[in-house]
């Protein structure tokens, strides 16, 4: 009978001993699933932050006169003694002889020659036909379409002096020879148009006045006025449809008019 009391005892202090092991002294065990979500909470949360991307473009950036993201409209001007540091002439097919149209800032001619290569090696040929316009070139311009056409109609298609983007060095009017190397809005319905409004982002450059957006705009139509801004932000405004001006009140950005 001892012997046998001694088994049972034994057997009740191997379970006490074996419970205890499993509770241990240390910190009680957390459940798996309850752990990954511990886990997660004191995490940082990395797809939240992954939401916000920093903004492509700066507001100070869009009132300097030498900023590749400079906004240039009928509101927006350029101070009339601007000229870029960094003017060459580009590296494609001209149409006009004029040195002076012939030039683009550094940047934005490296991108036009990228871009006029792609579109040689799908079978497109483009020409460049007018690029950097001085103040005083624009002024002459404008003067002259007022002239001809009365001061409202020479507003829908040409800018001001001091309000066109090609004082910024970084536009440039592209054409074809299935237009008569003219800058017509036919052009936008052409093989080399749907190229460059399927194409032009990726080295960097938006069709600056699109079709239906010319009361946001300004201007009319445009499909040969293209407006270099760098790959990334020209792409994100590209896929997004919107006008630069859109793109820029769609980024939170408030700039306020000349002289206010």
């Known amino acids: ?4 009391i001694y088994g049972k005892i034994s057997g009740a202090l191997l379970l006490i001993l074996l419970l205890a092991g499993c509770g241990g002294t240390e910190e009680e065990a957390v459940p798996e699933e309850e752990q990954t979500e511990t886990e ?7 797809e939240a932050e992954s939401e916000e991307p920093e903004p492509l473009i700066d507001g100070e950036d869009l ?17 009339a003694d601007y000229v870029p540091e960094d003017l060459v002439p580009v590296e494609v097919p ?15 001619s490296d991108a036009l020659t990228e871009m006029f290569d792609a579109a ?38 040409s800018a001001p002096p001091g309000a066109s983007e090609h004082q910024t060095g970084l536009a440039m009017d592209v054409t074809a020879e299935s237009v008569n ?14 190229w460059v409004r399927e194409n032009a982002h990726e080295s960097g450059f938006i069709i600056r006045y699109p ?6 705009t300004g ?36 700039i306020e008019e000349d002289g206010e």
């Open 40 to 46: 997660a909470d004191d995490a940082p949360d990395e």
């Open 181 to 194: 190397l003219e800058l017509l809005e036919a052009f936008g319905e052409t093989d080399e148009g749907i």
């Open 120 to 157: 040689l090696a799908d079978g497109i040929t483009l020409y460049a036909r007018s690029g950097y316009r001085s103040y005083n070139t624009q002024a002459s311009l404008y003067d002259s379409y007022r002239a001809a056409h009365g001061e409202e109609a020479a507003n829908r298609f």
């Open 1 to 4: 009978m001892k012997y046998i």
């Open 94 to 108: 001209t149409v006009l002889e004029s040195p002076e149209v012939n030039q683009l800032r550094q940047e934005a």
């Open 63 to 79: 009132a300097d006169d030498g900023s590749i993201q400079a906004l240039v409209n009928k509101e927006h001007h350029l101070s």
């Open 211 to 216: 079709e239906g957006k010319e009361e946001i």
């Open 219 to 254: 201007y009319l139509y445009e499909p040969w006025h293209l407006r270099y801004l760098g790959t990334e932000l020209a792409s994100d405004i590209h896929d997004s449809g919107l006008t630069y001006e859109e793109y820029i009140k769609e980024s939170g950005m408030d």
